[in-house]
Every structure is written in C-alpha cells, then in structure tokens.
C-alpha cells in the first residue's frame, strides 16, 4: 500500500498533484444545482466530465443524480459550444421536463470562452421554465469553489427586494454538506422558532425515499419563488466561508441584506456561536430541548474524555469541514498535527483570512504547533504522518489508503464517502451531529485498543 | 413479454423530432427474418440527452492504460480528470518481484488559469522530473484532457524530451474528452500508442514456453483475469501479458512472442489483435470467460487452435471438474432466478457476453446494447467494410504496420488457417446480434429518457448496467446490477466468477428488503380500532 512513498519530504515547486485531496468546480456545482426543486443539473462540455461528476455523486450518496450534457465533439471545441447547448436546452425540456435547468461550464467550454447567458436568451425555453448559470473552470479552486459559484448564481439570477421591510426571515446557506446535515439545520431553526429559507436544500433530493416509484424530481429542494425571497430576509447565515459566503455577500450587494459568517457548525463550540448568532438576531432564546441536546454532548464528552485525550490526529478534506473538525477535536482534548486541504486557502482568491490563518489561531490558542496547509495533496500528509505519526485519521475515503499504509485508526468525514453507505443521512452538525461524530472517533480508538490488546491486557470495560 | 412494432412507435413520438431521427437509427427489434438489420453505433449523441457515456480520456487513461501497474500515469489537464480514475474502476493489480505497482497513486498536472493562458508544457516537464526522482519508473504515459488540445501544449515534444533527460520510456496520448464521440476513440488512442511503442520493444525472442498466448481486453475487474489465469496456467498455456489488467509494461513489451491473442472484450483492444497478426503474424482468437458455457467454449477453441492431444486432454479434464464443482453450486441459485427477465446494457463487450450467464441461470435477456460499442461489435466484424467514417471517426489517426523483418512469423500454414476459421472464431467476432432472439430489443447508447420508457413497457426482473442507472431502477423496486464495477463483488468471469455471479443476483432477487417497500398503512383500511381487553385491538 503507497509503498513508494518515500518519508523523506523533498519541495516539489512544480504545484502539480499526487493523490489529490480536491476534485473539480463542476461536481460542486451540480451538487448544489441538485438542492432546487425541480432542477436538472446540465455540463456543458464533453460527455466524460458529466459521466464522472454524476459517478461520483451517486457513488457518495447511492441515490440518482441527474445531469444532462451538452456533448461536444471535436467540432464544437473548434467552433464553440453555442450551437450544442442550444439544441440541450430543446432536449431537456421536451424529454425531462424539469423547472429548472443548471448549466455549470467545464474546463473545455471555459476555456473556448462560450458566452452562455448569450446562448440562454437566444435559446428556445417553454413558457414558465428557467435557465441559469454558473461559470465553473476546473483550473481554478475547487469542486467547493464550484459549489460556491453555483449557489451565488442563485442569488444573481433569482434575489429580489421586494419588500419594504425585511421580512423575520433567515436565509441559510449550509454549504457543501450531506442532506443529514441540512435536516439537522433544519431542526435546530425550527426548534429555535424561526422561519428560514435553506439553500440549497438537498435534503428530500439526493436522500429521497424508496417507494417502489422513480422520482426524476423528488420533494425536496428550494423552490425558485423562496430564492427570489431570499431578498427580503432580515439577514443570512452563512455557513461555512468557502463554500457559502460568495453567495452572502452577493445578497448583501443585491438586496442589502446583511449576513454573518460562521464555521460550518461541527462541534460544541461551532454550534454555540451559530446559536448565540441566531439568539441574537431575532432574541429568539434557545429553547431547552437544544440546552439539553447540549447538556448530553458535554456529559458524553467529559465520561469518555480519558478515550481520547491527548491523542494526536491527522484531518484532511474540504477546508470548512476542516475547520470545523479542528475546533471540535480541539474541544476533546485531541492533538491535531497535521491539518490539510486541497482547496486553495485564500477566501474565495482574496488574501484576507486564509485557511492556514484561520487553522494556526484555532492551534495557537491551544498551544499546539502543526503542519497546516491548503492547496496540497494526500502525497504530502502521508509524509508528514511518516515523519510524525498519529493515534487518528479524520478524512474522506481516499484517506483509506494511508490509513492501511500506516496501519492507523480512521474515521470518515467529508466528501466522498465511496466505500461505507448511510453516512449521507446522518448529521455530523448541531450538538447530535458531534456527539455522533464523538462516538465514531471513539469507537476508531477503542476497536483499535481491542484489536491491539494482548489477551492478558484485553479490557471488558473500557 | 416482447415489445412492438406499435408501442416502438409510440415511443419515438415523444421525442424531439431531430432525436427521433437519429435514436430510430439506434434502436431495433431483432428480426432473424431478414438478410441483414443494420444499427447505427459510434455515433454522436444528442446534446440534452441524458447519456451513460464518457468521455475518449475515460477510455485511454481510465480503460486501456490505467491498469498497466508499473508505469505512472500522469493526466496533464485540470484536477477532476485524474481524482474521477484514481482507484474508482476495480482494476486489480498485484506487486510482482521486480515490477512495480502505483496503483495506489493519483498523478496530475492540476493545471491553473495561468497553465491554461501560458501553456502547461513547463509543468508537466516539471512534474516527470519529479515523479522520476520520487518513483523511478520505468516507463510514463501522458493522457491530455479537455484543455490541452485547444491551448496546443505540445505534449509529444515533452514527453520526447523527457525520455531522453531521464532515459526512461515516456508517452504521450491526445485523448482530449471531446475526441470521437465516447470512451471508445480513448481505447482506439491508446491502442495505437501502445502498439507504435511498447508492444514488440522487450528483448524476448522466442515464446517462453508451448502455448504462449496473451490476454487482450481483459482488465481484471473484481479479479477476472486471475480467475481465467487460474484455469488457462493448470491447463499448460503460458501467458506473456495481459492486455491490461493486472498488466506490466515489462511484459506487453514482449507480447510479440506470444503464439495465439486472446480477445475477450473486443471493442477496446481489437485494433492491436489486427495489427498483432500484421506485423508479427499472431493470430487472435474471439473469447469470452463470462458464463460457464461460454468459459468452456473458449477453452476447446484454444485447444482446437493449438491442436496438440495433450492439451486437449488436460482441456477436457478441468472442464470436467469444474463443471462437476460448479455446476450444482449454480443450480441451487438458478432455482431462485428461473424464468426472469433481465436488461443488459454495458460497455462495448459485456451487453454480449453476460446473457449467456444470465441464461444459465435461467435469465432471458430482452433488451440489449452497448454505451460505446461499433457496429461490427452488433452485427459482426463483417460489416467493418461497410462501416461509413464520418468527421468525429476520422479524428482518431489510425496507423498502418508492416510485418516486421526478423520478428513476423506465420503460426501456421494459411490453408492451416483458414481451415481453423470454419471452426472457431479467428480472426473474427461475430457480434451480439446474432446471440439474440426474435422480438429481443437491440438499443445503442441507451439514455435515461429509454431507460424508463423500456422499463414500464418491458417490466424487466433486473437491470444490468452501470452506477448512475443502478439507484433510478431500484427505486422503482427492480434489482440493479452493477457490470462495470460488480456491485464490488467479484471476479464474475471463468467457473468460480460464475458462482458468485449467480450467487449475488440470486441475493438480488432474495433480499427480504423489497418487501418493506408499501408501509403496512398503504394497505389496511384505516379502522377507528378500539383497544379490548387484554390490550389486544
Ligand atoms: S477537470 Fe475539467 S475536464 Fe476534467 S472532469 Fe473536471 S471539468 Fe471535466
Ligand atoms: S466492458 Fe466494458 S467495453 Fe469493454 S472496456 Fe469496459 S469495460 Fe470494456
């Protein structure tokens, strides 16, 4: 397994990749498509990269993702790809009939340059439906900074201030999580008595249920007229910075609504400042079925603390999952020393607050020093872990490989998840979804110890 | 149940009027009646059309050469092309002594805006200086994505360049994703590369034993071609390489001595088979190890082929007690599986070749076709003459060999030959069609839009296709089998792949999870129950 790895860690300058921890904008931006009711996801570019988005996807949730494709051939690449998505738009309305089409470009339409919105006004659209876009080139970013650019687009094609005084609404923008995640955010708003609008919203889509019937268009998802509302909202939540503050800042800029941006809520203290957030935007108090939820997670915290206290930890994936997962094992007790990303750290290309910096004050305050880094791969965290190596893995599936390699306990986190199924239903955000993520971090140790124990040392209460 | 002619008709009719132009040409009911049944294949599909299909790069980078274990595969181009192949096919690869395994490994030039606006040649040149000081491959193959072509990175002068900097065999292949109309110009690339270069470059002059033969179009899925080596190396037959699963660069380079080509998925490497028999005068042999009967089909052909009463002898005896083994084995599954009906839509080879396993578990197969297949692959190699090229075919370059010099030798007499071609299938595949019956469906590139359109008129038992059918079928509570990737189970080919084969479509077809599907309150009335005594309603 990896066994040409070697441990000795040369600079590569070449910013080339080995065993990427990131994958393309267009697989983002069909994921975050898939959150609107009644839309068809459609990649205008070749077949292949639509066939591999939608391998992935449904791979990770073992449910249907559709998505149509503009099919270029060699002629289209040539004389662009107008005259393709044009005929796509005709196809899909007439065999699929969906509310909504979601064009996301790909590498090869951006760089021909095809001017889309051009091609969407001289297309042929049945009375009532809708075409939008977003630009989505795979050579900058990541599938977050597709999933990213995709729900702006909601926001630039859709929002509207219609209203004179904004409603006592929310908008919620979750981010690049699982539909369990969002029916967790979902409970906590309702809990909290709040009205919100989710999106996207892939919950009830890419989890729907099994009836003995095919939905192409299942319940879930945000309907077109709640993201024109999203104008109207007395403020946005944004959860999550890469994946979801483009989108808030843009309906700042459009509609003056003002928003606040928090880490995506994984763990304790992500949780209390989503919360205290909305507590203090609505004085809406915490009501105490969330004290107690709460109150539970400290407990199981606190009675098992001695499971995981101190243990060092290696965590990669997706630079807000990240970020939260850091935080929380932190409030363990744990000892992450090496923390990872394949995205690119500046906030969406500004240099303002990186995921390096972000992650080094999180560390600082604790104390603990750490290879930190963005815009790297699963190549380099196999080497820091052979050069300093930890009781724990945190990552998505391709961590796998490392986790065997190096003969370390490793618990799934992120996306994708190709080689366990449910996890896509369950949340790993609120105060359930970190006493869930608790229990699979220590179950990983303890299996561990078990399997490791010697019979005379093999404990029956642990 | 068979469709007709009349519901057929119905069902164009609710196409777009230019795709029901071109899908009428891709669509047949087989009719043995008639001379011949052309179908249209290899064809662009419509933009809109909700398509299985991939792309030229899947079938270069992600088919044909990416189980070549010991070479490192770099893909120049953006991120997602070489995340999407890293590890996501089940090519199974085993670390031999000597040769190296990167299996593991994902390598890509991740190329950014700026590579995009000032060419990426530096960094891929770059990033083999790296790989070679890291890895130290022997060899190294370059797949080109989308971008490369249309910014012109001239990716052979690189890799040109690279070979003689590090002195180590570096290629290059234009498998651009918009090249051709699917993952077939991608084998078709790749076959003509690994041709031109590897094949024929290893020092080996002489076959290394009797019966040497070489696997083509065999990726080991699951462990397939372990299965098929298991069998073939206790029959007595040497096997040179496999063409390319659990394959060797050390070894196809010296396929040249090989006395026989097996070709078990004749669409992704049939070129190399031809230009095998061109230029060193191998002759190749149509296979198919899927299915138990098929599997001892092939066997007594080779044997026929080679022609030697020991060889035929110790043919005989494993067929014979690996029948004795598995045949009741699959008996018992067949008795769950008896008279279904099942979809089969595959690749290029596999809509052919599982129907033949389905059947012996009692599965009729009423509706077939390939996502990427060519016509001969339907109706048999004797159409090629008649193939058209069109503008999306002729992108592909095709090259000529010569019979090589000291190399090219003649297996046999040409009247040895062509006496052995009435026969068995050499030199030929006779295509899919053929296997069907009247009434069967034949479609080509099947998309969604058919998918459901088929499944409501035909009401098949399973559906055997690929991962982003699998979840729309379940839904409506039909058992879905993965044959690209096996559900992750495996091998599925020889005697044993038989086995498991009837073995996870019988738990398909068993799992007590689809009767949960209606709750318990769809179907009682709903009665104002008062609780009686004893707490009973
Ligand atoms: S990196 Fe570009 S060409 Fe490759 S799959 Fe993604 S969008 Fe397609
Ligand atoms: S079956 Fe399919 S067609 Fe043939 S390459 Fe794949 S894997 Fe082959």
């Given at each position: 397994?990896?066994?040409?790895?070697?441990?000795?860690?040369?600079?590569?300058?070449?910013?080339?990749?080995?065993?990427?921890?990131?994958?393309?904008?267009?697989?983002?931006?069909?994921?975050?498509?898939?959150?609107?009711?009644?839309?068809?996801?459609h990649?205008?570019?070749?077949?292949?990269?639509?066939?591999?988005?939608?391998?992935h996807?449904?791979?990770?949730?073992?449910?249907?993702?559709?998505?149509?494709?503009?099919?270029?051939?060699?002629?289209?690449?040539?004389?662009?790809?107008?005259?393709?998505?044009?005929?796509?738009?005709?196809?899909?309305?007439?065999?699929?009939?969906?509310?909504?089409?979601?064009i996301?470009?790909?590498?090869?339409?951006?760089?021909?340059?095809?001017?889309?919105?051009?091609?969407?006004?001289?297309?042929?659209?049945?009375e009532?439906?809708?075409?939008?876009?977003?630009?989505?080139?795979?050579y900058?970013?990541?599938?977050?900074?597709?999933?990213?650019?995709?729900?702006?687009?909601?926001?630039?094609?859709?929002?509207e201030?219609?209203?004179?005084?904004?409603?006592?609404?929310?908008?919620?923008?979750?981010?690049?999580?699982?539909?369990?995640?969002?029916?967790?955010?979902?409970?906590?708003?309702?809990?909290?008595?709040?009205?919100?609008?989710?999106?996207?919203?892939?919950?009830?889509?890419?989890?729907?249920?099994?009836?003995?019937?095919?939905?192409?268009?299942?319940?879930?998802?945000?309907?077109?007229?709640?993201?024109?509302?999203?104008?109207?909202s007395?403020?946005?939540?944004?959860?999550?910075r890469?994946?979801?503050?483009?989108?808030?800042e843009?309906?700042?800029?459009k509609?003056?609504?003002?928003?606040?941006?928090l880490?995506?809520?994984?763990?304790?203290?992500?949780?209390?400042?989503?919360?205290m957030?909305?507590?203090?935007?609505?004085?809406?108090?915490?009501?105490?079925?969330?004290?107690?939820?709460?109150?539970?997670?400290?407990?199981?915290?606190?009675?098992?603390?001695?499971?995981?206290?101190?243990?060092?930890?290696?965590?990669?994936?997706?630079?807000?999952?990240?970020?939260?997962?850091?935080?929380?094992?932190?409030s363990?007790?744990?000892?992450?020393?090496?923390?990872?990303?394949?995205?690119?750290g500046?906030?969406?290309?500004?240099?303002m607050?990186?995921?390096?910096?972000?992650?080094?004050?999180?560390?600082?305050?604790?104390?603990i020093?750490?290879?930190?880094?963005a815009?790297?791969?699963?190549?380099?965290?196999?080497?820091?872990?052979?050069?300093?190596?930890?009781?724990?893995?945190?990552?998505?599936?391709?961590?796998?490989?490392?986790?065997?390699?190096?003969?370390?306990p490793?618990?799934?986190?992120?996306?994708?998840?190709?080689?366990?199924?449910?996890?896509?239903?369950?949340?790993?955000v609120?105060y359930?979804?970190?006493?869930?993520?608790?229990?699979?971090?220590?179950?990983?140790?303890?299996?561990?110890a078990?399997?490791?124990a010697?019979d005379?040392?093999?404990?029956?209460?642990? | 149940?068979?469709?007709?002619?009349k519901?057929?008709e119905?069902?164009?009719?609710?196409m777009?009027?230019?795709?029901?132009?071109?899908?009428?040409?891709?669509?047949?009911?087989?009719?043995?009646?008639?001379?011949?049944?052309?179908?249209?294949?290899?064809?662009?599909?419509?933009?809109?059309?909700?398509?299985?299909?991939?792309?030229?790069?899947?079938?270069?980078?992600?088919?044909?050469?990416?189980?070549?274990?010991?070479?490192?595969?770099?893909?120049?181009?953006?991120?997602?092309?070489?995340?999407?192949?890293?590890?996501?096919?089940?090519?199974?690869?085993?670390?031999?002594?000597?040769?190296?395994?990167?299996?593991?490994?994902?390598?890509?030039?991740?190329?950014?805006?700026?590579?995009?606006?000032?060419?990426?040649?530096?960094?891929?040149?770059?990033?083999?200086?790296?790989?070679?000081?890291?890895?130290?491959?022997?060899?190294?193959?370059?797949?080109?994505?989308?971008?490369?072509?249309?910014?012109?990175?001239?990716?052979?002068?690189?890799?040109?360049?690279?070979?003689?900097?590090?002195?180590?065999?570096?290629?290059?292949?234009?498998?651009?994703?918009?090249?051709?109309?699917?993952?077939?110009?991608?084998h078709?690339?790749?076959?003509?590369?690994l041709?031109?270069?590897?094949?024929?470059?290893?020092?080996?002059?002489?076959?290394?034993?009797?019966?040497?033969?070489?696997?083509?179009?065999?990726?080991?899925?699951?462990?397939?071609s372990?299965?098929?080596?298991?069998?073939?190396?206790?029959?007595?037959?040497n096997?040179?390489?496999?063409?390319?699963?659990?394959?060797?660069?050390?070894?196809?380079?010296?396929?040249?001595?090989?006395?026989?080509?097996?070709?078990?998925?004749?669409?992704?490497?049939?070129?190399?088979?031809?230009?095998?028999?061109?230029?060193?005068?191998?002759?190749w042999?149509k296979?198919n190890?899927?299915?138990?009967?098929?599997?001892?089909?092939?066997?007594?052909?080779?044997?026929?082929?080679?022609?030697?009463?020991?060889?035929?002898?110790k043919?005989?005896?494993?067929?014979?007690?690996?029948?004795?083994?598995?045949?009741?084995?699959?008996?018992?599954?067949a008795?769950?599986?008896?008279?279904?009906?099942?979809?089969?839509?595959?690749?290029?080879?596999?809509?052919?070749?599982?129907?033949?396993?389905?059947?012996?578990?009692?599965?009729?197969?009423?509706?077939?076709?390939?996502?990427?297949?060519?016509?001969?692959?339907?109706e048999?190699?004797?159409?090629?003459?008649?193939?058209?090229?069109?503008?999306?075919?002729?992108?592909?370059?095709?090259?000529?060999?010569?019979?090589?010099?000291?190399?090219?030798?003649?297996?046999?007499?040409?009247?040895?030959?062509?006496?052995?071609?009435?026969?068995?299938?050499?030199?030929?595949?006779?295509?899919?069609?053929?296997?069907?019956?009247?009434g069967?469906?034949?479609?080509?590139?099947?998309?969604?839009?058919?998918t459901?359109?088929?499944?409501?008129?035909?009401?098949?038992?399973?559906?055997?296709?690929?991962?982003?059918?699998?979840?729309?079928?379940?839904?409506?509570?039909?058992?879905?089998k993965?044959?690209?990737?096996?559900?992750?189970?495996?091998?599925?080919?020889?005697?044993?792949?038989?086995?498991?084969?009837?073995?996870?479509?019988?738990?398909?077809?068993?799992?007590?999870?689809?009767?949960?599907?209606?709750?318990?309150?769809?179907?009682?009335?709903?009665?104002?129950?008062?609780?009686?005594?004893?707490?009973?309603?």
């Open positions: 397994m990896l066994d040409y790895t070697p441990k000795e860690i040369k600079k590569r300058s070449s910013g080339t990749v080995i065993n990427p921890a990131k994958t393309c904008q267009p697989i983002g931006a069909m994921y975050a498509a898939l959150g609107i009711h009644g839309c068809l996801p990649s205008h570019g070749s077949q292949g990269c639509c066939s591999f988005h939608r391998m996807l449904t791979r990770h949730f073992r449910d249907p993702i559709m998505a149509s494709t503009s099919s270029f051939t060699e002629g289209a690449s040539v004389f662009g790809g107008g005259a393709n998505l044009k005929t796509a738009i005709k196809n899909v309305f007439t065999l699929y009939n969906p509310d909504v089409m979601a996301h470009t790909t590498c090869l339409s951006e760089t021909i340059g095809d001017d889309i919105p051009a091609t969407i006004r001289q297309a042929e659209i049945p009532g439906k809708i075409v939008f876009h977003a630009n989505t080139p795979s900058q970013g990541s599938h977050i900074t597709g999933f990213s650019n995709m729900t702006k687009a909601m926001v630039t094609y859709f929002s201030k219609t209203t004179e005084q904004p409603k006592e609404q929310t908008n919620l923008i979750p981010g690049f999580v699982n539909p369990g995640d969002m029916r967790e955010l979902k409970r906590i708003f309702e809990a909290m008595g709040l009205t919100y609008i989710m999106f996207p919203d892939t919950s009830g889509v890419v989890d729907s249920p099994m009836t003995g019937k095919f939905e192409m268009y299942p319940k879930g998802g945000v309907t077109i007229d709640q993201l024109k509302d999203t104008g109207n007395k403020i946005t939540l944004s959860l999550g890469f994946s979801s503050e483009a989108a808030a843009a309906l700042k800029k509609c003056k609504v003002p928003f606040i941006s880490k995506t809520p994984i763990g304790i203290k992500a949780t209390d400042d989503m919360l957030a909305l507590r203090g935007s609505f004085a809406a108090e915490v009501p105490y079925e969330l004290e107690e939820e709460r109150g539970q997670l400290v407990d199981v915290m606190t009675d098992a603390h001695f499971h995981f206290h101190n243990k060092k930890v290696a965590i990669f994936g997706d630079p807000d999952i990240v970020a939260g997962l850091t935080e929380f094992v932190l363990l007790g744990m000892k992450p020393i090496h923390i990872l990303t394949g995205t690119p500046g906030a969406l290309g500004s240099k607050y990186s995921f390096e910096d972000e992650i080094n004050d999180m560390l600082q305050s604790a104390g020093t750490a290879n930190v880094k815009d790297s791969d699963l190549l380099e965290l196999h080497q820091w872990i052979k050069n300093q190596p930890v009781d724990l893995l945190i990552g998505n599936t391709y961590g796998k490989y490392i986790a065997k390699a190096e003969d370390i490793f618990v799934r986190v992120g996306f994708p998840i190709l080689d366990r199924a449910i996890h896509s239903y369950m949340p790993i609120g359930r979804g970190a006493m869930r993520l608790l229990e699979m971090i220590d179950n990983a140790l303890l299996d561990r078990d399997r490791d010697a005379e040392d093999f404990e029956l209460v642990m | 149940m068979a469709i007709t002619e519901e057929l119905e069902l164009f009719e609710k777009p009027k230019k795709m029901e132009k071109n899908r009428r040409k891709h669509i047949m009911i087989k009719n043995g009646e008639l001379e011949s049944q052309a179908i249209e294949a290899n064809t662009r599909t419509v933009p809109g059309v909700i398509t299985n299909r991939g792309c030229a790069y899947a079938g270069c980078k992600g088919v044909v050469l990416g189980p070549i274990k010991d070479m490192i595969h770099i893909t120049h181009g953006p991120i997602g092309c070489a995340f999407y192949t890293w590890g996501a096919r089940r090519n199974k690869a085993k670390t031999e002594e000597n040769v190296k395994n990167f299996m593991n490994y994902a390598f890509s030039t991740n190329m950014q805006e700026k590579d995009i606006v000032f060419g990426g040649e530096k960094k891929l040149a770059a990033m083999i200086d790296e790989v070679v000081d890291m890895f130290h491959p022997n060899a190294i193959t370059i797949s080109a994505t989308c971008p490369v072509g249309l910014i012109g990175d001239d990716i052979n002068a690189v890799a040109k360049a690279a070979q003689e900097r590090h002195g180590i065999q570096v290629l290059a292949f234009s498998c651009e994703g918009y090249k051709g109309v699917s993952q077939s110009a991608g078709h690339i790749a076959n003509n590369n041709m031109a270069n590897v094949i024929g470059t290893g020092d080996m002059e002489k076959a290394p034993g009797k019966y040497s033969i070489n696997i083509l179009g065999e990726y080991n899925i699951g462990g397939d372990w299965e098929i080596e298991r069998f073939l190396k206790e029959i007595g037959y096997i040179v390489c496999v063409m390319t699963g659990d394959g060797a660069w050390e070894h196809i380079r010296n396929a040249h001595v090989a006395d026989l080509n097996l070709v078990q998925c004749h669409r992704s490497i049939n070129y190399i088979a031809e230009k095998i028999q061109t230029k060193y005068g191998t002759p042999l296979v190890f899927v299915g138990v009967q098929s599997t001892i089909k092939s066997l007594r052909d080779m044997a026929t082929y080679f022609d030697d009463p020991e060889l035929t002898k043919t005989e005896e494993v067929i014979e007690r690996e029948l004795a083994r598995v045949q009741p084995v699959i008996d018992q599954y008795k769950i599986c008896n008279n279904k009906t099942a979809f089969c839509f595959v690749g290029g080879s596999r809509g052919h070749h599982y129907q033949g396993l389905f059947r012996e578990l009692g599965i009729e197969t009423v509706l077939a076709g390939y996502e990427f297949a060519h016509r001969d692959d339907y048999g190699r004797e159409v090629i003459p008649d193939i058209k090229t069109d503008a999306d075919s002729k992108n592909i370059p095709d090259f000529q060999v010569e019979p090589d010099p000291s190399r090219f030798h003649l297996r046999m007499s040409p009247e040895k030959m062509e006496e052995l071609k009435q026969k068995i299938p050499l030199g030929d595949y006779a295509g899919m069609n053929l296997e069907m019956k009247d069967d469906l034949i479609v080509d590139d099947l998309n969604h839009f058919e459901e359109e088929f499944i409501k008129l035909l009401q098949p038992d399973i559906f055997a296709s690929g991962i982003k059918d699998k979840y729309v079928v379940q839904k409506m509570g039909i058992p879905a993965q044959l690209h990737s096996y559900d992750y189970s495996g091998p599925y080919a020889g005697f044993n792949g038989a086995v498991n084969f009837a073995r996870d479509v019988s738990m398909a077809f068993a799992s007590p999870t689809w009767n949960y599907i209606t709750p318990p309150w769809k179907t009682a009335p709903l009665l104002e129950g008062e609780f009686g005594e004893g707490g009973k309603a």
